[in-house]
């Protein structure tokens, strides 16, 4: 978890990784909801996410939200805004997530 905090804090990273080899439809960048922190429902990680951009944080947000819904995440948890004192530039950073609804569960019967 420290590991993630760190990666996930900064935003100067050019590539990352992603943790599922599983491919998702894309998803619509306005319906992705974005946490500061984890939640309390089940997910399936898709990989790191981050996205810098020469203006504010709302600017950051969108283009992180279509980043993520090209990968078909549904959420961005553990995100968070970084901004250089020295320039214009805002990064954001996350874990792109897809949610695991109730009724996407298949239970078997034994």
């Known amino acids: 978890m420290v590991t993630l905090a760190v990666v996930t ?3 100067y990273y050019s590539a990352y990784p992603k943790y599922t080899t ?3 439809k894309k998803t619509n960048p306005e319906e992705i909801l974005v946490f ?3 939640i309390d429902q089940n997910y399936k990680i898709i990989g790191l996410i981050g996205a810098d951009v020469k ?7 969108e283009k ?5 819904a090209k990968e078909g ?6 995100f968070s805004l970084n901004q250089l004192s020295s320039s214009e530039i805002t990064g954001g ?9 109730t ?3 298949r239970y078997s019967l034994r």
């Open 64 to 68: 992180i939200k279509k980043k993520a």
């Open 103 to 105: 009724e996407d569960v």
């Open 93 to 101: 950073s996350g874990v792109a997530v897809k949610l695991i609804h």
């Open 55 to 61: 203006g504010d944080s709302i600017a950051a947000i």
């Open 9 to 11: 804090s900064c935003s």
């Open 73 to 78: 995440a549904d959420a961005i948890i553990h």
């Open 22 to 24: 599983n491919s998702y």
């Open 36 to 38: 500061p922190k984890s």
